[in-house]
């Protein structure tokens, strides 16, 4: 049971290892013009910049899909 006891605190400390190192990096998507998004390794958002072009109310229905698909492509 110690051996088993060993082995589980091991396994936590790669986790958090792993853990660590995937919110260190990050990723910068652009994947529709003028939508860019930055997030880390751990799924934690650090900025969204969306153009001013975009930001116009008559770009509303064409904003929204685009945010979605670029915040999924970010995860």
Do not use: C, H, W, Y
């Not at 997030?39 to 969306?50: A, H, M």
Request: net charge neutral.
């Amino acid at each position: 049971m110690f051996d088993r006891m060993k082995q589980f605190i091991e396994m936590k400390k790669q986790a958090d290892r792993i853990k660590k190192e995937l919110s260190a990096a990050s990723v910068d998507i652009e994947e529709t013009p003028g939508i860019r998004i930055k997030i880390t390794g751990d799924q934690t958002f650090q900025s969204v910049e969306i153009s001013e072009e975009l930001l116009q109310p008559a770009n509303r229905e064409k904003l929204q899909p685009a945010l979605l698909r670029s915040l999924n492509a970010a995860i």
